[in-house]
C-alpha cells in the first residue's frame, strides 16, 4: 500500500507563480519528512525537510508547511523558474533519520514562460 | 563533492539471466542503499546497508540480493532476471551527521535496465 500519497501527479504553473504539491502519510511513527527534486537524467537530490515538531521551513523561494493533525504536508515553491520544472518526491522516515525513507510517487512540474 | 557512480547508464539483459548492478562512493558514507523508479510508483526501497558485509531488505527485495565486500561498493544482483523487473534503478549512499535536517541521500545517476 501507498503510505505517503502525493499529488498532484503533474502540474503546470506560469513564470513567477506558486507551485504546491500535497503529500498525506499514515503511518504517526513517521517523523522526518524531506523532499526531493530530480531532473532528467539524474538522481533526486536533497531540496528541503522537516521534523514534526515544527509547522512550517522556509529555505529561499522553498516552503514546508506540516500539518501533524491532518498528517499532511506540502512543498510550496514561490515565484515559480523554468529552472525549477523538474519532478518533485516528498518523503517520510519513521527512524528520525534519511535511511528507509518511503517516496510519494512524484509530481513532474512544468514552469512556463 | 560527493560522487556515487553507477557502473552503467542503460543495460539489456535477457530473462532469466543474472544481472549485477554495480555503484561506487567516494566519500567513505556508511549507508548505503538501492532503491527502484518505476512511473506512478515513484522510489521503492530494495535493499540497504549500514556497514561492509551487512544488509538488510527494504519493501520490494523479492527476486534481488545484495553484496557488500567493500565499504565504497554496494551490488544489486538479479539472480533471475525477469520482465518485471524493467525499471530504473537509483544507487544512494548517506552519513549521518549528527543532525537529521541535515542528512540526506546522495543519489546516483540510475541504470535503466530492460528485460527482454
Known amino acids: 500500500q501507498q503510505q505517503v500519497k502525493q499529488s498532484p501527479q503533474s502540474l503546470i504553473v506560469q513564470k513567477g507563480g506558486i507551485s504546491i504539491i500535497n503529500c498525506a502519510y499514515e503511518?504517526?511513527?513517521?517523523?522526518?519528512f524531506p523532499w526531493y527534486q530530480q531532473f532528467p537524467g539524474k538522481g533526486p537530490a536533497l531540496l528541503i525537510a522537516?521534523?514534526?515538531?515544527?509547522s512550517e521551513k522556509k529555505e529561499g523561494r522553498f516552503t514546508i508547511s506540516f500539518n501533524k493533525s491532518a498528517k499532511q504536508f506540502s512543498l510550496h515553491i514561490m515565484d515559480s523558474q523554468p529552472g525549477d520544472s523538474a519532478t518533485y518526491f516528498c518523503?517520510?522516515?519513521?527512524?528520525?533519520?534519511?535511511?528507509?525513507?518511503?517516496f510519494g510517487t512524484g509530481t513532474r512540474l512544468q514552469v512556463t514562460l | 563533492d560527493v560522487k556515487v557512480t553507477q557502473s552503467s547508464r542503460y543495460l539489456v539483459k535477457r530473462t532469466g539471466e543474472k544481472v549485477f548492478l554495480e555503484c561506487v562512493q567516494d566519500?567513505?558514507?556508511?549507508?548505503m542503499f538501492w532503491y527502484r523508479q518505476d512511473p506512478g510508483l515513484g522510489l521503492r526501497l530494495i535493499y540497504f546497508?549500514?556497514?561492509?558485509?551487512?544488509?538488510e531488505k527494504g519493501d520490494i527485495p523479492e527476486g534481488y540480493s545484495v553484496s557488500r565486500e567493500k565499504k565504497e561498493r554496494f551490488s544489486l544482483i538479479l539472480e533471475s532476471a525477469s520482465t518485471n523487473q524493467t525499471s530504473m534503478y537509483l544507487c544512494?549512499?548517506?552519513?549521518?551527521?549528527?543532525?537529521?535536517?541535515?542528512?540526506?541521500?546522495?543519489f546516483g545517476s540510475g541504470t535503466q535496465l530492460s528485460v527482454l
Open positions: 544512494a549512499s548517506s552519513f549521518n551527521p549528527g543532525e537529521v535536517l541535515k542528512e540526506k541521500l546522495f
Open positions: 503511518n504517526t511513527a513517521f517523523d522526518y
Open positions: 522537516i521534523r514534526p515538531d515544527v
Open positions: 518523503a517520510a522516515s519513521d527512524t528520525g533519520t534519511a535511511s528507509k525513507l518511503t
Open positions: 566519500m567513505d558514507h556508511e549507508n
Open positions: 546497508s549500514y556497514d561492509v558485509k551487512m544488509k
